[in-house]
């Protein structure tokens, strides 16, 4: 049996009348790539928003590793080595992708306001150290081409990658990607599963939401199935794709 | 894209240099002087708005707390001006927390209309407390500032001091950015949302930079104080501060370089008016300066309406934009081939 | 109690809610644009302004009758609210928060720049709308301005409650507030939206100035310091909940006349701007606003 490194107990968010998030028990794998798959405002999103501390719960306990997370603040949870991306991207557009990515090792110095003002000589070294594990994620994610150019300038596909650049920037034991193939085209979308095998092989653990089952089939090791904010099923991929319930949701009324 | 802030800076020192020798009259030595105070608030005001995408229509306020404290403090307890003008950095960056603490805590612009408030209530507190502030007719008697035993007793030295502070702010203001601590700035004006996915205290750093620009404020004020001599409620209401807002978004919001040139630019203009006015007399057209508000207004419209990143930043792409054509012209496509 | 006393508090009361009108009016409207766009705007108080002061010059220069007066601002006012939306802000394209308040900060330096050259840098009188005799009330006087002023307040709540729960275009606009890519998907012209809410707001405004106007003077400069009392409400009773903004307009309206009253005249303008801190400090979300639709404001 695989240890869990994240776990969701009677998870619940309501948003003034509406129950986004009703009762989720779920647990995630470590080093495994999970997939949280569900129609259009099942939820899924604001379960990440819970996990990661953009939204407080309701109800319901979040375990990663031991730390409970619900009262935590995003930047807090970023420490702890919890990354992810948005689904409607959300690149610094008025920085360059390398500043992009340089910001994702904002948690690996802990240099203040006053020593970057007065005495930046003495921080040369370590901006050096910044800029080339920077420029390190973009060579792996074929972004260095663009180092300089404005983040707000790439297409789409670049975008999303560089956002996956940033997070990994962090150096997450989790990640979290909603959406990441959305709005690809077929061979972006086939270097996002590569690129996700890939993060899978660093040691990363992946939790992600997709809409592609193509893709969602290929690189997940797991798959839970939420609708209406309950999860309906989960399993392998094989095990989710038969199971009447899933088909229901997605194709009955 | 360091290297070119500091080689502006090199620019900045290298025409505070010389300028002494072009003006030479010394009016005008005098309103360079009063643009310093402006670019060094406005500096500090662009580190605000332009890298952490927050807006204050007080920062008045924060020249009025630095000024006050050094005229207060040298006046009335004959403290040195140095000693003094700590004290009113003290005090600004105590307000900034204490304004900080709650408005940057939401999302959104909440701090503008707290800044906004907090510039009122200093007003009404500058004009009322007459046992302290002198009240409406203020406070004279300022000493003037010592250096080494020098005093800044001639508009030649005030100029190259406070250029000399300028020049300072600007440094300090550009290895900010360019550092861990800038890039925070910047991404949570990208996205607030993304930087604190990434780690960073989104709450804390906007205090930390607003408590940055008071300070920068604060020492304006203070040398406001130490030169003019003689201060009044007059000068630090609100439409001073809405004026440093204009200031920074004309030259432009998201660099520097811009806040710096729109606060010089917008210095000079009320000299360029009133040459101007002089100039339209003699056409029988008669200038008040009571069109100043409205052209100030003005200029301010326009340019968020149709150069929104600034006259700095607009002018120079309009020039990167003419030179590329030219050399598209001059054969150069194939750099430009995919 | 003796009283004496009694009617001192009942005095400061009326004062307290003859001002407090003025700043529910200016906080409505603050509301209706925040609604509609999610930004505050900054030129409120100057509709205000000239709300006032264009009814002085159709008053006491013109000699209109006050009714026909009184509609003529209106219309004027509620049209410079139009012109501001379809001239500085439907033309922005890409629209951030920080551009477009910027934008109502410029055009509120214009409208306040325009004031000053038309109208001067005096105080303007005018005329009560009925006679300046005070009536007698348990002790304390109450002047018939007050009465007008309350009634038109009341007034121009029930516009709003029929306005907003009864007509289509309320509901529109209501739905657009909540909600604004659903309302667009159900059909909704949102654009038109925003047009209207600054058409509205402005007219407010002008009433506003229009009421008070014979009992505090105006001038140009008024424009700050009432529109930031006016957001003091605002966010006292809850951004965005008009029926939360009137009763702190009237509540902080009230508190102010009794601090003139029992600390000090001078200190009376620092009253709503310290409310409006303090309510920052303590519950940005206002009395009657939850904290949970606070995060998702933009403003
Ligand atoms: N911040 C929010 N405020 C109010 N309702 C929200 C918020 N976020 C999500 N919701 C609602 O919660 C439900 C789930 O949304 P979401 O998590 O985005 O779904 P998904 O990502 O599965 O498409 C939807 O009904 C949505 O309208
Ligand atoms: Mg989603």
């Known amino acids: 049996m695989p240890n869990s490194i994240l776990r969701l107990e009677n998870l619940r968010k309501k948003f003034g009348g509406v129950v986004a998030v009703d009762d989720l028990n779920l647990v995630f794998n470590k080093g495994e790539v999970t997939a949280l798959i569900g129609p259009n405002g099942a939820g899924k999103t604001t379960v990440f928003n819970l996990i990661t501390g953009f939204v407080k719960p309701t109800a319901g306990t979040i375990l990663f590793k031991d730390i409970r997370l619900n009262h935590k603040?995003?930047?807090?949870?970023?420490?702890?080595?919890?990354?992810?991306?948005f689904q409607n991207v959300q690149v610094f557009s008025n920085m360059t992708v390398l500043e992009n990515v340089m910001v994702g090792r904002h948690l690996r110095s802990r240099n203040g306001m006053l020593m970057s003002a007065f005495l930046p000589p003495m921080l040369r070294r370590e901006e050096n150290r910044i800029r080339a594990s920077a420029q390190e994620r973009l060579v792996l994610l074929g972004l260095d081409r663009y180092a300089h150019l404005p983040a707000g300038s790439l297409p789409l596909g670049n975008q999303r990658m560089l956002e996956i650049a940033r997070a990994l920037a962090l150096e997450p034991t989790l990640l979290f990607l909603d959406e990441p193939a959305s709005g690809l085209n077929a061979r972006e979308t086939m270097a996002m599963g590569e690129l996700i095998h890939k993060i899978k092989s660093m040691n990363i653990t992946v939790i992600l939401v997709e809409h592609d089952m193509e893709l969602v089939m290929d690189i997940s090791d797991r798959v839970a199935v939420i609708n209406f904010g309950r999860l309906i099923a989960q399993g392998t991929p094989k095990e989710v794709q038969l199971n009447p319930d899933v088909i229901n949701a997605y194709l009955g009324t | 894209m360091k290297i070119k802030d500091y080689v502006g800076i090199g620019i900045v020192m290298a025409a505070v240099a010389v300028a002494p020798k072009l003006v030479g009259n010394e009016y005008y030595l005098g309103v360079l002087i009063f643009a310093a105070l402006n670019c060094l608030t406005c500096t500090g005001l662009c580190l605000l708005m332009g890298y952490a995408g927050q807006i204050s229509i007080g920062h008045g306020a924060f020249i009025a707390v630095g000024a006050y404290t050094s005229a207060v403090l040298t006046t009335k307890l004959g403290w040195s001006p140095w000693t003094a003008m700590g004290c009113g950095v003290i005090l600004a960056a105590g307000i900034a927390v204490f304004m900080g603490l709650p408005t940057m805590r939401l999302k959104g612009h909440y701090l503008a209309m707290a800044t906004l408030g907090f510039a009122s209530i200093i007003h009404?507190?500058?004009?009322?407390?007459?046992?302290?502030?002198?009240?409406p007719s203020g406070i004279t008697g300022i000493p003037r500032l010592q250096l080494f035993g020098f005093v800044l007793n001639s508009d030649t030295r005030n100029f190259y001091f406070y250029w000399g502070i300028v020049v300072a702010g600007l440094l300090l203001a550009v290895n900010l950015i360019h550092s861990r601590v800038g890039r925070g700035l910047q991404a949570i004006h990208g996205s607030e949302d993304a930087a604190a996915s990434l780690g960073v205290n989104i709450a804390v750093d906007k205090i930390k930079v607003l408590v940055l620009s008071a300070?920068?404020?604060?020492?304006?004020?203070?040398?406001?104080?130490?030169?003019?001599?003689?201060?009044?409620?007059?000068?630090?209401?609100?439409?001073?501060?809405?004026l440093l807002?204009?200031?920074v978004a004309v030259g432009g919001l998201h660099n520097i370089w811009g806040a710096f040139s729109g606060a010089l630019l917008l210095s000079l203009l009320p000299e360029g008016l009133s040459f101007l006015s002089e100039y339209l007399q003699t056409f029988d057209i008669r200038y008040r300066t009571d069109y100043d508000t409205l052209i100030y207004g003005g200029i301010l419209l326009l340019i968020m309406l149709f150069l929104p990143e600034g006259l700095f930043e607009g002018l120079s792409r309009l020039l990167k934009t003419v030179f590329s054509l030219r050399r598209k012209w001059g054969g150069g496509l194939a750099r430009h081939a995919e | 109690m003796t009283s004496s006393s009694f009617s001192d508090i009942l005095q400061f009361f009326f004062m307290g809610l003859q001002r407090g009108c003025i700043y529910a009016l200016a906080a409505m409207g603050f509301n209706m644009i925040y609604n509609a766009t999610g930004i505050i705007n900054f030129a409120q108080g100057e509709f205000v302004v000239l709300g006032g002061l264009m009814m002085v010059t159709l008053t006491m220069a013109v000699k209109l009758p006050i009714p026909l007066a009184f509609l003529s601002t209106t219309v004027f006012v509620t049209l410079v609210g139009i012109a501001m939306e379809r001239f500085t802000i439907n033309p922005v394209k890409h629209p951030t928060v920080l551009r477009l308040i910027i934008i109502t900060i410029a055009v509120s330096i214009i409208i306040k720049g325009l004031a000053m050259c038309f109208w001067g840098k005096n105080s303007h009188f005018m005329r009560h709308f009925s006679s300046t005799e005070t009536l007698d009330f348990y002790g304390a006087t109450i002047l018939p301005q007050t009465l007008w002023i309350i009634g038109i307040l009341l007034l121009i709540v029930a516009g709003y409650i029929y306005f907003f729960n009864y007509t289509m275009t309320g509901k529109c606009m209501r739905a657009c507030a909540i909600n604004r890519d659903a309302a667009r998907l159900a059909g909704i012209n949102d654009r038109k939206m925003v047009m209207l809410s600054f058409a509205l707001s402005a007219g407010i405004g002008a009433i506003a100035g229009i009421i008070i106007t014979p009992i505090i003077q105006m001038d140009y400069a008024r424009g700050a310091l009432l529109g930031i009392k006016g957001f003091g409400a605002a966010v006292l009773g809850g951004l965005g909940n008009s029926m939360g903004a009137i009763i702190a307009g009237v509540f902080i309206g009230i508190l102010e006349a009794l601090a003139a009253g029992y600390i000090?005249?001078?200190?009376?303008d620092a009253i709503a701007l310290i409310i409006l801190m303090l309510v920052l400090f303590v519950r940005p979300s206002g009395i009657f606003g939850s904290s949970e639709a606070m995060r998702l404001k933009e403003f």
Request: net charge negative; aromatic share 10%.
């Open chain 3, 264 to 268: 000090s005249s001078h200190y009376m």
């Open chain 2, 215 to 242: 300070v920068y404020a604060s020492i304006s004020g203070s040398l406001y104080a130490h030169y003019v001599l003689f201060i009044d409620p007059g000068p630090f209401d609100v439409m001073h501060s809405v």
């Open chain 2, 245 to 247: 807002v204009t200031m």
């Open chain 2, 124 to 135: 009404i507190v500058a004009v009322a407390a007459v046992d302290v502030t002198g009240g």
């Open chain 1, 73 to 85: 603040k995003p930047h807090a949870i970023a420490a702890l080595g919890i990354g992810r991306t």
